[in-house]
C-alpha cells in the first residue's frame, strides 16, 4: 500500500492473486495494524473516535454494494432498505429473545440476504435501468412496509431501542469499546471481499459485469451469479444495518431511507466502482464530507443566514455537495479517489528519476 | 350494489382519473427523454418541483401577469433542459447506462438539496385565476384546477404526437431513437435531437409542475411525485407516448380504488404502495410493458 514497487516480476498466476503482492506488504499490513489497534485509540479523543466508528460501519455498508455494483454490474437503489431489514431483524430479536450480538448480527444479515434475493429476482430478465426501478421500488415497498407493521417496527414511532452489544459479560457503551467491536467487523467484511474477489465466485461476477451474454456462453449461470451477488451484497448491507442498530442504540425505519442508498451509492462511485482500496477510500470521504460541511457552514453560514435557516440550510447543502460530487466524478474521474491514488503512487514508482 | 355504492365508485374513477392524467404528463417528459436518448430521468420529480418553485416565485412578485410567468417557467426550464444535456450528458455519451441513471441521480439530489437553500422551506401557493368553484358532474364532482390538468395533458399529448408521426423534427428524433448511427449517416445532427428531447422534457415539466403546484402547494414534497412516474412508465412501456398515457390512468384509477376501498380496513397510506407492487409484477412478467419495445440483445 504504501511500499514502492520497481516493477512487475510476477510469474505465476498464483504469485498475481496474492493477498500480499510483494513480501513487504505484510510490513505495511502490520504497520497498519499497529496504527489503527494501538496508536490511535491511545491518542484520539472520544469524539474523533465516533468519526472512525461511523466510517467502518460504512465500509461495511459501501464493500457490499461494491460487489453487487462494482464487481457484478448490477445497480441496486435499495441497501438503505435492506440495512433497515437487517436492522429491525436484530432489534426484533434481541429486544423479544434476548439473544446476544452474535447471533443477531448473522441473523440480520441473513435476512437481508433473503429479502435481497427477493428484490434481485427480476434481474433474471431485465437489466440497467430496469433494474434500477425494480430496486426503487423494492426500497419503497421495503420503507413502506417496515412503517406500516406495527409487528414489525414495535408501534407507533416505528423505532426499537436496543441495548449496546455484550462480550463475555461486559456491555460496550464507551466509544473506544465500540470502536474495537465495529473495526474488528471493518476489518473482517474488508478480508471477506478481498478473498471473495480472488475466488471462483468473484471472477464469475466481474465476468458477468464486462459481458453478461459472453458469460453465459462461456458456462457461467449468470442468473445464479447475479442472485448470490444480490445475496452476499443485502447480507453486507444487514449486517452494517445490524451495526448501526448497536452503534446507536435504536433501530429506526428514518435512518435508511432513500437517500441512503444514494450516499451509499456516491460512495462507491467517488471512492471507485470495483475496487476495495476504493470503497474504503469513499467511505472515508462521504462520512468526513458532511461532518467538515457542517463545521464550515456554522461559522461562515451565520453571515448569511439565520440561526433556524442553518439547519435546514446545512442538509439541503449536504445534500447538493453530494449530488455535485457523483456527478463530477462520473464526468471527471470515472475510477474514482482509487485512481486518483493509483496516478500518484505510478507517478512515485520511478521518483525521481521519471524515464 | 345500491345507488350509493355506484355514486362512490364513480366519485372513486373520476377522482382517479383526473390524478391519472396528471400522471401521464409527468410520465410524458420520462418517455420523450428515453425514447430520443436512452437516458433514464430519475430527477423527472426535481424538475417538476424546480419548475412549480419558479413559477411561484414569478408569481409572487408583485403585478406579475400570470402569462408572462408561465413564459418565464418555460424559458428557464428549457434552458436547464438544454443546459443539462449540454454539460453533464454529452461527456456521459456512450458510457454503460449506469452511469447516466447515477448522474440524474446525482441532479435530482443537488435540486433537492438546493431548493430549500435557495427558495426557503415553506411550502408556497401558486393559484391560477380559474376559481375553486367545483364542477358537479353527477353524483362527482371535480374541481377546476382538475379539469385544466386533463386539458392540458390531452393537448400535450395531441401536440407530441401530431410532432413524432407528422413533423420532421420528429421524425429525425425518432430516427435518432431507433439508431443513433444509422441517423447520423443519413445527416441527422444526433447531438442536437438529444438536445431538443432534454428541452421538451423541460417543457412537460414546466406545465406539470404549475398545474400540480396550483392542486398541492409548492414545497420540496412535489419532487415525491417524481417516483410515482416509474410504475406508470414501466406499465406503459419506457419508450411508448401512448403507454405513457395508458400507464398513468391505470396507476391513477387503481390508487384511486384502494384508497376509497382497502385504505378503512388497513388504516392508510396504500396508494402509496399499491402502485409499486404492481410495477413489480409487470416487471416480472411482461418487463417491456403494455406498449414497450422488445429489445434484443447480441454479444
Given amino acids: ?337 482509487n485512481r486518483l491514488w493509483r496516478n500518484i503512487r505510478s507517478y512515485f514508482r520511478v521518483w525521481p528519476f521519471s524515464y | 350494489m345500491s345507488g350509493e355504492d355506484l355514486g362512490f365508485l364513480f366519485a372513486l374513477l373520476l377522482n382517479g382519473t383526473s390524478i391519472g392524467f396528471m400522471y401521464s404528463l409527468i410520465a410524458l417528459g420520462f418517455v420523450l427523454v428515453y425514447k430520443a436518448t436512452d437516458a433514464i430521468n430519475f430527477a423527472q420529480g426535481e424538475f417538476v418541483m424546480m419548475a412549480g418553485l419558479i413559477a411561484a416565485a414569478i408569481l409572487g412578485i408583485e403585478g406579475m401577469p400570470l402569462i408572462a410567468a408561465i413564459i418565464a417557467t418555460l424559458a428557464i426550464m428549457i434552458a436547464f433542459g438544454f443546459g443539462f444535456e449540454r454539460i453533464v450528458l454529452r461527456p456521459l455519451l456512450g458510457r454503460p447506462v449506469v452511469a447516466v441513471i447515477m448522474a440524474t441521480i446525482g441532479l435530482a439530489a443537488v435540486l433537492r438539496g438546493l431548493t430549500p437553500v435557495i427558495f426557503g422551506g415553506e411550502t408556497r401557493a401558486l393559484s391560477l385565476p380559474i376559481g375553486d368553484e367545483p364542477i358537479n358532474i353527477g353524483p362527482a364532482s371535480l374541481s377546476p384546477i382538475q379539469l385544466v390538468g386533463i386539458v392540458v395533458t390531452v393537448l400535450f399529448f395531441a401536440g407530441f404526437s401530431w410532432f413524432f408521426k407528422k413533423s420532421r423534427k420528429g421524425v429525425a428524433m425518432r430516427a435518432v431513437a431507433d439508431n443513433q448511427q444509422v441517423a447520423q449517416a443519413m445527416g441527422i445532427n444526433v447531438e442536437r435531437y438529444f438536445a431538443l428531447a432534454w428541452a421538451m422534457a423541460g417543457i412537460v415539466s414546466a406545465v406539470g409542475g404549475i398545474v400540480w403546484g396550483s392542486m398541492l402547494g409548492v414545497d420540496v414534497h412535489l419532487a415525491l411525485v417524481g417516483l410515482k412516474v416509474f410504475p406508470v412508465v414501466i406499465l406503459g412501456g419506457l419508450d411508448s407516448i401512448g403507454g405513457a398515457l395508458l400507464g398513468g390512468l391505470i396507476i391513477g384509477i387503481v390508487e384511486s380504488l384502494v384508497a376509497g376501498y382497502v385504505d378503512p380496513y388497513v388504516g392508510g397510506g396504500t396508494k402509496d404502495f399499491v402502485p409499486y407492487v404492481l410495477m413489480i409484477v409487470v416487471l416480472m412478467i411482461k418487463p417491456y410493458g403494455i406498449f414497450g419495445k422488445r429489445r434484443i440483445e447480441r454479444v
Fill in chain 1, 1 to 337: 500500500m504504501f511500499h514502492r514497487e520497481s516493477g512487475v516480476f510476477k510469474t505465476t498466476y498464483a504469485a498475481d492473486m496474492a493477498l500480499y503482492p510483494l513480501p513487504i506488504a505484510k510490513r505495511t499490513v502490520a504497520f497498519l495494524a499497529l496504527l489503527f489497534v494501538v496508536i490511535l485509540p491511545l491518542s484520539l479523543q472520544e469524539y474523533h473516535l465516533s468519526i472512525l466508528n461511523l466510517m467502518f460501519i460504512a465500509i461495511v455498508g459501501a464493500l457490499g454494494l461494491n460487489i453487487l455494483v462494482g464487481y457484478t454490474g448490477q445497480i441496486s437503489l435499495g441497501h438503505g432498505a435492506f440495512m433497515s431489514v437487517g436492522a429491525y431483524t436484530a432489534a426484533n430479536l434481541a429486544v423479544r429473545l434476548g439473544l446476544p450480538f452474535w447471533l443477531t448480527l448473522p441473523a440480520g444479515g441473513l435476512m437481508a440476504a433473503a429479502v435481497g434475493v427477493l428484490v434481485g429476482i427480476p434481474s433474471l430478465r431485465i437489466k440497467g435501468l430496469y433494474l434500477a426501478i425494480a430496486t426503487l421500488a423494492g426500497q419503497l415497498i421495503i420503507e413502506w412496509t417496515i412503517n406500516h407493521v406495527p409487528a414489525i417496527s414495535g408501534g407507533a414511532s416505528a423505532s426499537i431501542q436496543v441495548e449496546r452489544p455484550s462480550l463475555f459479560g461486559y456491555s460496550l457503551t464507551t466509544q473506544t469499546q465500540l470502536y474495537f467491536f465495529l473495526l474488528f467487523f471493518a476489518v473482517l467484511a474488508i478480508v471477506a471481499t478481498l478473498n471473495l474477489m480472488r475466488s471462483r465466485i468473484g471472477r464469475a461476477f466481474v465476468a458477468v459485469r464486462d459481458q453478461d451474454i459472453a458469460a453465459e456462453i462461456i458456462g457461467i449461470d449468470i442468473f445464479r451469479y447475479k442472485l448470490i451477488a444480490f445475496a452476499i451484497s443485502s447480507f453486507y448491507a444487514g449486517v452494517c444495518g445490524v451495526l448501526y442498530t448497536y452503534y446507536f442504540g435504536i433501530a429506526n425505519y428514518e435512518q435508511f431511507q432513500l437517500i441512503v442508498s444514494i450516499d451509499y451509492l456516491a460512495m462507491i462511485i467517488i471512492g471507485g466502482l470495483g475496487s476495495v482500496l476504493g470503497t474504503i477510500f469513499g467511505a472515508v470521504f462521504v462520512t468526513i464530507l458532511p461532518i467538515l460541511l457542517r463545521i464550515v457552514l456554522e461559522n461562515v453560514g451565520s453571515l448569511f443566514f439565520s440561526d433556524s435557516e442553518l439547519a435546514n440550510v446545512i442538509s439541503g447543502t449536504r445534500l447538493a455537495v453530494f449530488g455535485g460530487l457523483i456527478i463530477l466524478f462520473l464526468i471527471v474521474e470515472p475510477e474514482g479517489l
